[in-house]
């Protein structure tokens, strides 16, 4: 598929770009009113078409892999495939990773960049190229939504490793994120996925 110029590209189109859409919302079906540049399945969620709509008999990969040339095959311009991943991967068939947390125990930078270059191959396996990961607060022990998914309490040692993941996921080809800060820490015993939490420092503190 070539890439075309930014000067090929319509208003609507470069606007777009910009804009990324969930593969459940209406929007998603009408890509040639609605031209997005990147498209975000979570969990197990299917890519780009209804799961009765694709042979039956392929497995999920070779499903989503062709759904995704079918949204392609509407656009300009190739979509941007991400895809949300806190403790467990979207991709079952490959089974279990470990969690953030259990090699943080380690302490190994090298093992953290080992675990991000995994995932990182196997979401290019399976046809993604975005990735909302790794976490970058410090854990929350009262707050259930962050367990497990951030490395350690040192704040030296987790932007050591957080690095470190992020550099495997880009080696394997996938783009990351550093998420939440500021968002759930420690200090705050509210979880931001589902309300406004609030952290009062002071300039200092911050």
């Not at 991967?89 to 953290?112: H, I, N, Q, R």
């Not at 367990?147 to 394997?172: C, Q, S, V, Y």
Request: contains cysteine; glycine residues 10%; aromatic residues 10%.
């Amino acid at each position: 598929m070539r890439k075309p110029l930014l000067s090929e590209l319509s208003l609507r189109e470069k606007i777009g770009q910009t804009c990324l859409v969930h593969s459940t919302q209406p929007g998603f079906k009408a890509l040639d009113q609605y031209p997005f540049g990147c498209m975000w399945a979570s969990g197990d969620l299917n890519f780009g078409v209804d799961l009765d709509e694709v042979n039956p008999d392929l497995s999920k990969r070779d499903k989503w892999l062709q759904s995704i040339e079918a949204v392609n095959a509407k656009l300009k311009v190739p979509i941007i495939r991400v895809t949300d991943c806190g403790t467990s991967l979207p991709v079952k068939e490959y089974g279990y990773v470990f969690d953030a947390m259990t090699v943080g125990a380690t302490g190994s930078e090298e093992l953290a960049y080992e675990r991000g270059n995994l995932i990182g191959r196997m979401f290019r396996h399976y046809g993604l190229n975005w990735l909302w990961s790794p976490v970058c607060d410090l854990p929350a022990f009262n707050d259930a939504g962050l367990l497990g998914r951030t490395f350690t309490e040192d704040p030296d040692k987790l932007l050591a490793m957080n690095i470190a993941t992020m550099k495997g996921l880009h080696d394997a080809g996938v783009g990351s994120t550093a998420k939440h800060f500021p968002g759930g820490d420690i200090h705050e015993y509210r979880d931001s996925h589902y309300q406004p939490a609030t952290i009062s420092y002071s300039i200092e503190e911050w």
